[in-house]
């Protein structure tokens, strides 16, 4: 079930039955020549889209700017600040309550919401208001993507190339498939813009020109669809055990005590 397109009278029997709703998560930022800036949105509005289908669950709309300050440099790209989009995020859930959700998925495509994104489900923890936490789609098929592609890249690499090819294909710049990969960064690791021991770089042109990782004419709408499935499955079996929880069972243990 998709929030915005159901009216009023209709949601009061889900909120009556069910208390898990699935919030999509993405930005609006540069990812390349050959895709488009809401590359991260769509993606997550697709996986929440397709859970929600598969589950019968709540999707509401995509929160579609994150935080992407490291991208600033490249036209078009829009960004919130880390608090400001930190309260936003936390004003959105908590009102949730009001209609009787108490548990929520963040489901996340951009890696610079993520550490906000676990500040807030820590904050309405805490409050014992709510439990929300975050997904993020690669996160749940490690093997498969390495298994796909040699050069992922962290961004704007053949693996979001190929989700966004299988879910909006006339976005998809295929005849700039070589640029991307010529004029960015194909091999990304964990020593990249590293002096001794020291993360060096703050924004994404600090290693890319052209502001992409990895080798992009990997890509393929049929690798898409398969990494698009198979991270479905982890969300949607996700969302099945999270509603399944108990609601004391999600919130902070209390003190501990001594046990003899």
């Not at 020549?33 to 999707?59: K, N, Q, S």
């Not at 989700?163 to 006339?170: C, I, S, T």
């Not at 004391?248 to 046990?259: F, G, I, K, T």
Request: hydrophobic letters at 35%.
């Amino acid at each position: 079930m998709y929030l915005g397109d159901t009216a009023w009278p209709d949601l009061e029997q889900y909120f009556q039955q069910e208390s898990l709703a699935l919030v999509p998560v993405g930005s609006t930022e540069q990812h390349g020549p050959h895709l488009p800036e809401a590359t991260d949105a769509i993606i997550a509005e697709g996986f929440a889209r397709e859970a929600a289908r598969r589950t019968g669950y709540l999707c509401t709309p995509t929160i579609d700017i994150g935080v992407s300050p490291h991208h600033r440099q490249f036209y078009g790209t829009t960004w919130a600040d880390a608090p400001a989009f930190r309260t936003y995020v936390e004003s959105i859930t908590r009102n949730l309550t009001e209609h009787g959700i108490d548990r929520v998925i963040y489901v996340n495509a951009h890696g610079g919401n993520v550490e906000h994104l676990r500040e807030v489900g820590r904050r309405l923890r805490d409050d014992n208001e709510l439990y929300a936490i975050e997904w993020m789609w690669d996160e749940s098929i490690r093997e498969r993507i390495e298994a796909a592609f040699d050069s992922p890249g962290p961004h704007g690499g053949p693996k979001e190339t190929s989700l966004v090819w299988h879910l909006e294909p006339e976005l998809v710049h295929t005849d700039r498939l070589e640029q991307a990969r010529d004029g960015g960064l194909v091999e990304f690791g964990g020593d990249t813009g590293r002096v001794h021991g020291a993360r060096t770089f703050y924004d994404s042109i600090d290693n890319t020109d052209n502001g992409v990782l990895g080798d992009q004419t990997d890509a393929s709408a049929g690798v898409g669809a398969e990494l698009f499935a198979a991270a479905c499955d982890h969300l949607v079996e996700l969302s099945e055990w999270l509603a399944a929880r108990p609601f004391d069972a999600l919130m902070p243990e209390s003190h501990v005590s001594e046990r003899s």
